[in-house]
């Protein structure tokens, strides 16, 4: 008979890791990290699909699992350009507090700040350049 595999069983290789962190790649196991940053056939990962989804709450979910924050799709855009071009601040501040690239460069040589949607979005990434 199958049993269900419990999470929080140390054993359980899909169970948590009790030395990563959300904000690096350390101690996410490689078949982790595999499943997180799979992607379709143009590249989108999870990640990006809740950004274009403007869903923070699985942004944190995927990002605190050790999905990879500047993973980029066929075309070379990253989380963080997604939710610059939709206007998602909330998105991009966190993406932005876990390690987003500002300097990403897309296939077509944009930076997220040369797609920002909104004055605010604009500010804030701004800001985020003279920060660093």
Not at 3 to 18: T, Y
Not at 24 to 51: E, K
Not at 106 to 119: F, K
Request: aromatic fraction near 4%.
């Amino acid at each position: 008979m199958l049993r269900a595999a419990d999470p929080g069983d140390p054993g359980d290789p899909g169970g948590p890791d009790p030395g990563a962190s959300g904000e690096s790649d350390a101690g996410v196991p490689p078949p982790a990290r595999a499943v997180l940053d799979s992607t379709n056939a143009d590249g989108i990962s999870a990640l990006h699909q809740a950004c274009i989804d403007e869903n923070l709450e699985v942004v944190r979910f995927l990002v605190e699992q050790g999905a990879t924050v500047n993973q980029a799709d066929n075309e070379g855009w990253t989380p963080l350009h997604v939710a610059a071009s939709c206007g998602y601040l909330d998105i991009a501040r966190y993406l932005l507090s876990h390690g987003a690239n500002i300097a990403a460069v897309n296939s077509d040589g944009d930076l997220p700040l040369d797609l920002a949607e909104s004055d605010a979005m604009e500010g804030l990434l701004k800001a985020e350049i003279a920060r660093r």
